[in-house]
């Protein structure tokens, strides 16, 4: 909670790495407050629980501090890189700001595309129930820790893969509309720098991994935005593509654990049409694509898989597209003054 008011004062402010101070999130340094957590969301399942708490105590000493309680998506974007730099620099998690950003910008009945380059959203109008879907969260309850170096090193291999390619992100290889040609095309270029003697700080063949799950991931997403920003998507091609994501985050990123791969396994054998891990792997959570009439058939599969291989029991949560978090209740303070 501390480390959110130290990234709201450092965006207030401003530095090298936000160059465009956002004074109205500073807080003086007489301020202070007492909250209390009371949460619903599974800790430890990969649901962004971290950013849940981030972003609500935001929300609560922004709304303290200022008496707004309806910040537009201006200071929404400012509060979610607030919590972001929470996260990396007190924390020691080094996530990206999808799970903010969510907390923060979402619309109710809407799917937010990201861009991380800029943190541009769209949101896209698409609900699976009008085809007789739903979003399913399945909790493995597979321990699911971000901060031990493991997904750093991801994240470390795929700076690296850049610096090669010689972009600033990863995303910057890709043309703005990329194929899977596109992917593999910059796959070869990455194998011919460095055979022409270009300098590869991490392992080559675990960068390469990640790379070639970089690349064909953000081509999948590319997809499944088109798709759901169409009048009438194709959910069967959804479905497909998050398989093919979750099969690249187990072996090309190497990120998932027994739990995830068979409650994947689990929901493409009861009538899923997709399933795949979310977040940053390593326990946590599947999301699966299901026709309505199957829920009950896939719960009680997964069940029974998880049972045969001595796993913990799973949870299983349907999802649907909602508000980002805001105030319900109370009256807001006086405002203080803000001070850099």
């Known amino acids: ?172 290889a890709l043309p703005e509309q990329p194929t899977p040609d596109d992917a593999a095309a910059v796959l070869e270029r990455f194998d011919h720098l460095l055979d022409a003697g270009a300098e590869l700080t991490e392992d080559r063949e675990k960068t390469r991994l990640r790379l070639r799950h970089s690349m064909t991931e953000m081509v999948r997403s590319v997809q499944i935005a088109d798709e759901l920003h169409s009048d009438s998507p194709d959910w069967t091609l959804v479905g497909r593509l998050l398989v093919e994501g979750h099969e690249s985050m187990r072996d090309d990123c190497q990120v998932t654990v027994p739990e995830l791969d068979a409650a994947v396994d689990g929901c493409l054998s009861a009538g899923a049409l997709g399933a795949k891990v979310v977040g940053g792997g390593f326990g946590g959570s599947v999301i699966a694509l299901v026709p309505l009439e199957s829920v009950d058939r896939l719960a009680a599969t997964v069940q029974l898989c998880f049972a045969q291989n001595g796993f913990r029991e799973p949870l299983f949560l349907t999802l649907r597209p909602s508000e980002a978090g805001r105030r319900i209740l109370g009256t807001p303070l006086l405002p203080a003054r803000p001070e850099c």
């Open 1 to 172: 909670m501390a480390g959110v008011a130290w990234g709201m004062n450092r965006v207030a402010c401003g530095d090298s790495a936000h160059p465009v101070a956002v004074p109205e999130l500073g807080l003086p340094s007489s301020f202070g407050a007492d909250l209390m957590v009371d949460s619903t969301v599974p800790i430890g399942a990969g649901l962004a629980s971290s950013a849940a708490l981030e972003c609500s105590v935001a929300l609560s000493l922004f709304s303290l501090n200022t008496g707004n309680d309806h910040p537009d998506d201006a200071l929404r974007r400012a509060l979610a890189r607030a919590c972001m730099d929470a996260e990396n620099y007190i924390v020691g998690a080094n996530t990206g700001g999808l799970d903010q950003t969510a907390s923060l910008r979402s619309h109710a009945g809407e799917i937010l595309a990201l861009d991380c380059r800029d943190f541009d959203v769209v949101r896209l109008p698409a609900d699976p129930a009008l085809a007789g879907l739903t979003w399913l969260a399945v909790d493995t309850r597979a321990p699911h820790k971000l901060a031990d170096g493991q997904y750093s090193s991801r994240r470390t291999e795929c700076e690296a893969a850049a610096a090669v390619l010689g972009v600033p992100t990863l995303r910057d």
